[in-house]
């Protein structure tokens, strides 16, 4: 059961106009990274709003509508796994959010940005907050808006590769997404630097 185990802060500060941004899919074995970035109003409030970990899909997705609806701007950005494997997963996950940072208007003073990690934008400064998604409303934002706009795409994925079963693991690493790569291999749009691929199995989509 998801509950709510506190009332978030709506922003760091009110003295300049502050963004908060998230990620989801970082650890995901194929996909894109998604980025968002969102900033709120100050006095900007919902009860359902958290880390979308601790809420369920079907709130996710009422929140989703909401947050585009409140926000003064808000933004998704996404680089996908051919970018990911040359680069990896981190610098990708910095570059999504300074995508999505960049399509804010009007232009943020202050980034929060969810973990310990991030690579500065701009002149722009910063705060990492680790667990910032269950602290700050403006994280908690970007990070809905990150996975839903990110389960939406891999839902898409699925109807090309239904073997993996994206539409209910979300390309995570789950039992039956191990299963279906030990017997089919990997598609086009597994992370090859992940190292997820048998040994024994070969490649069989391209």
């Not at 970007?142 to 891999?154: G, H, N, Q």
């Not at 699925?158 to 979300?170: A, L, R, S, T, V």
């Not at 630097?193 to 048998?198: A, E, Q, T, V």
Request: overall charge positive; glycine content about 6%; hydrophobic content about 35%.
């Amino acid at each position: 059961m998801f509950q709510l185990y506190r009332v978030l802060e709506p922003c760091y500060q009110t003295e300049l106009k502050e963004a908060g941004a998230d990620e989801a899919g970082r650890g995901c074995y194929a996909g894109p990274v998604f980025a968002a970035a969102v900033i709120l109003p100050v006095d900007f409030y919902h009860p359902l709003l958290n880390d979308s970990k601790q809420v369920s899909e079907k709130d996710r997705y009422l929140l989703k509508e909401i947050i585009q609806s409140a926000a003064i701007s808000w933004a998704v950005a996404n680089i996908d796994n051919e970018e990911i494997d040359k680069i990896n997963i981190l610098k990708a996950s910095f570059k999504a959010m300074h995508l999505a940072i960049d399509q804010l208007k009007p232009k943020p003073q202050l980034l929060l940005i969810d973990g310990n990690r991030f690579v500065p934008y701009k002149k722009t400064p910063h705060l990492c907050i680790i667990k910032g998604d269950g602290k700050y409303a403006n994280i908690a934002a970007a990070s809905i808006l990150a996975k839903t706009f990110r389960d939406d795409y891999l839902q898409q994925l699925h109807e090309e590769f239904p073997q993996y079963g994206w539409d209910k693991n979300k390309g995570y690493g789950t039992l039956q997404h191990r299963k279906a790569i030990e017997q089919y291999g990997l598609c086009k749009y597994h992370r090859k630097s992940y190292n997820i691929l048998p040994q024994q199995t070969e490649l069989r989509f391209r």
